[in-house]
């Protein structure tokens, strides 16, 4: 008896469903044919069961195949957030803000994006991350106290973009 899931969507900004689509147009493209290049020439080499390179592209053939089906997995299963349908100056996916940890007394830069997109380390956070999910819907001006595992954070935010 097969179960019917229903995968919740994510959240995508029009950026990074550019960014996926253009990742996966390379791979499909570009990548699939260097490898089959690497492949065909390691077979040209004779015995395939002592062939280290016929072994490495096989295993760069399958990375990039897993990579193509898990990004094709994230375009099927995201919905794209336009930022003009939010309210001027509402924080919303796709946004940019600028806050202050009350404090600490320091000014943070983050752009808001679906948790697919994340990257704490380049300032990308995710709309389901506590800091992200507090900010959803605030505006400048707006003072957000932000429940964390340790403790809470109070921010104030700066500006909207």
């Not at 100056?89 to 202050?100: A, E, F, Q, R, S």
């Not at 506590?130 to 932000?146: M, Q, R, Y």
């Amino acid at each position: 008896m097969e179960e019917n899931v229903v995968q919740k969507k994510q959240a995508l900004s029009a950026e990074g469903y550019k960014k996926y689509e253009e990742e996966l147009l390379y791979l499909k493209g570009v990548r699939r044919a260097e490898i089959a290049e690497k492949i065909k020439d390691a077979r040209e080499q004779g015995d395939l069961s002592e062939n280290a390179e016929y072994d490495a592209a096989k295993d760069e053939q399958r990375e990039i195949e897993m990579r193509i089906e898990e990004i094709e997995n994230i375009l099927v299963n995201s919905e794209v957030i336009d930022k003009s349908d939010l309210k001027k100056g509402t924080i919303g996916v796709g946004c940019h803000v600028k806050i202050l940890d009350v404090k600490a007394d320091e000014e943070i830069e983050y752009d808001i994006v679906g948790a697919t997109e994340a990257n704490s380390l380049s300032g990308k956070i995710s709309n389901e991350s506590p800091l992200g999910s507090a900010l959803l819907g605030k505006k400048k001006g707006d003072e957000v106290e932000v429940k964390l595992a340790r403790g809470s954070l109070k921010v104030k935010i700066l500006k909207v973009s």
